[in-house]
Each structure stands twice: as structure tokens, then as C-alpha cells.
């Protein structure tokens, strides 16, 4: 007996289950209620829509009509009107609350107004927002503001010179001297050796013409009867057009400038343009850059737009 006790235990909870099951199947017959399912007739009617109210709606919204009053309410130091469902942004700056929709308060992002950075949904509340560009059009916030452009919009941007640098001037050198005089109408002009005219070489000219190799043309000659002056030979540097007075025996250097110019949106494009000739970019066609002038630490340039002169813009160094 005493070795057996535990299968008279589950012999007990077996006739303990049998007892609770044959209880609730009893209960379960003892259920007087019925479940019936009934036909439902099928109904394809449309109900009656409230068209006018719908219309009334939108005449409304049509209209810009209101139907509510809008509250003034203390924001940021200031009653102003609050719209329904329109948040009003207040930013919080060294201590003092900023309503940006206020005109009087200070910018938060000075020197931007904060009308403009709300006007172009600019994000805010980043600290670097004007050094960031929105568009990816190459212009930051802050040169779009100052540019009166949208930083939202790609193709509305500033004006591509003020994206132009000055690198340096080169100069191309030609070396020139009045040599002799042959005759009474000719005039001996040597051309001396330089990095752009390696090879010396001697001119027989008269005044009118020009130098077999097209930079010098004779404008006039003057004599001298003055002890220790000497004659002078007036000519013209074709390239640049300036004239230069060439005394007997001295060389008279003459320059053709040239400004090498970055882009900084195309840092691998290398710009160099004589003074007086014009160059383009990739990223604004029909727009000429006239290089006007080479000085040199800078360069003016001249923007034609369609061949006509729009704006002057001087480049310097960076």
C-alpha cells in the first residue's frame, strides 16, 4: 500500500475529471435557448446624400470665407493673431524666445530674416543652415540671400561670376628697338629674343606698314638735331593696340596680359584669356565673360548676356 500511494493519487484525479466533464456536458444539455439564422433581403438603394451641405462646404472654402474669429494671443513678446491649425514658431536664442513670424524680433539667423528662411522652408533650428545648400544648385543659402535668389530652386540662382577668382597674371613679352635708319623713308625695327619670341629678327619699315610677323606697324618718325636726343620711331603693338615710342638703340619691352581664372564650381577647368578676349561656361550658355582688363593682383571682367553688355564684375585674388 505504502509503495503504491501514487497510483491510487492518479486513479483519484482521473475520477475527479470524469466527474467535472460529466457535470458540464449535463449543464450543456440543460441549455433551453436556440440560435436561429435569418434570411436578410438584399437592398442595392443608394441613401440620400447631403449634397447641399457639400456644396455649402465648398462654396466656403471657395469664398475664403471664415466662419471662426482668429484670436490674438502673447507670442514671443508680442499679441499677435493666431490661425486655427497653424502653429507659430518660437525658437529660443541665448535665453530670449524668437517668434519667427514676428517682424520685430531679431533674426535668428542673422543675416537672414527669419520671413525669408520660413518662406523657403529652410530647416531653422540648424545652426549651419547658411553655409548648407538646399538646392544643390553649387550656391550656399547665404550667397543665394545675398544673390535676392531662391536657395529652393536650382534653376533660379546667382549670377556664375561671383563664383570666378583670380589666380594670377601671365604676360607675354615681345622686345623691340630702333635700330638704324637706311634711308630717309625706311626705318630698321629689331625684334629681340624673349620666352614668346625666341628668334631675333629685322624689320624694313616705312610708316603704314606693318612687321612681317604682325605685331608692330609704324605710325610716325621723329628726328632729332638735339645733341645727345635721339630720333624716335612711334608704333603701334597690334595685339593690345598701344603705341610706344622706340628711341635709337633702346629696347622697349611691350606686354600682352593674360588672366588665368578658377571657377570654383569646376575647380579642374583652367581658364586663361588675353586681355581683350572672352571666354564662356558650360553652366551658362549664352552668357560671354570679356576679360576688360588685367591688373596684377586682379581682373575686370565685362558679363554679356545674348552679346550685350549686362554687368561689370571685378575678380581678385583669394
Not at 442595392?44 to 451641405?53: F, S
Not at 520671413?115 to 540648424?126: I, T, V
Not at 597690334?238 to 610706344?244: N, R, S
Request: proline fraction near 8%.
Amino acid at each position: 500500500m505504502k509503495e503504491a500511494w501514487d497510483k491510487y493519487l492518479l486513479i483519484a484525479f482521473g475520477v475527479a475529471g470524469i466527474a467535472c466533464a460529466a457535470l458540464f456536458g449535463m449543464k450543456a444539455l440543460a441549455f433551453s435557448e436556440q440560435f436561429e439564422i435569418k434570411a436578410v433581403e438584399q437592398n442595392d438603394a443608394m441613401p440620400d446624400l447631403k449634397t447641399g451641405l457639400v456644396q455649402r462646404t465648398q462654396g466656403i472654402v471657395a469664398s475664403g470665407q471664415h466662419l471662426w474669429e482668429t484670436p490674438n494671443k502673447q507670442v514671443g513678446g508680442a499679441e499677435m493673431p493666431v490661425p486655427l491649425f497653424v502653429s507659430v514658431p518660437i525658437v529660443e536664442k541665448e535665453g530670449r524666445l524668437i517668434n519667427l513670424r514676428n517682424p520685430t524680433n531679431p533674426p535668428l539667423r542673422p543675416p537672414v530674416t527669419n520671413a525669408w528662411l520660413l518662406e523657403h522652408g529652410l530647416d531653422y533650428l540648424n545652426s549651419s543652415i547658411l553655409v548648407m545648400d538646399a538646392d544643390g544648385d553649387g550656391f550656399s543659402n547665404l550667397e543665394e540671400w545675398k544673390g535676392q535668389t531662391s536657395p529652393s530652386d536650382p534653376a533660379d540662382s546667382p549670377p556664375y561670376a561671383t563664383k570666378l577668382s583670380f589666380v594670377e597674371r601671365k604676360q607675354e613679352i615681345y622686345l623691340a628697338s630702333f635700330s638704324a635708319q637706311p634711308d630717309a623713308q625706311s626705318f630698321q625695327i629689331k625684334r629681340l629674343p624673349t620666352a614668346k619670341w625666341p628668334q631675333a629678327d629685322n624689320f624694313y619699315l616705312k610708316v603704314g606698314e606693318e612687321s612681317d610677323d604682325g605685331q608692330l606697324r609704324v605710325e610716325s618718325f621723329t628726328p632729332s638735331n638735339t645733341p645727345g636726343v635721339q630720333p624716335s620711331v612711334k608704333v603701334t603693338f597690334l595685339p593690345t593696340g598701344e603705341v610706344f615710342e622706340l628711341a635709337r638703340r633702346a629696347d622697349v619691352p611691350m606686354a600682352v596680359d593674360f588672366a588665368q581664372i578658377s571657377f570654383a564650381l569646376d575647380p579642374s577647368k583652367e581658364i586663361l584669356v588675353r586681355e581683350g578676349d572672352s571666354f564662356t561656361l558650360d553652366l551658362s550658355p549664352g552668357v560671354e565673360y570679356l576679360v576688360d582688363q588685367v591688373d596684377a593682383d586682379s581682373a575686370n571682367l565685362v558679363v554679356k548676356i545674348d552679346g550685350k553688355p549686362d554687368q561689370e564684375y571685378k575678380i581678385e585674388k583669394k
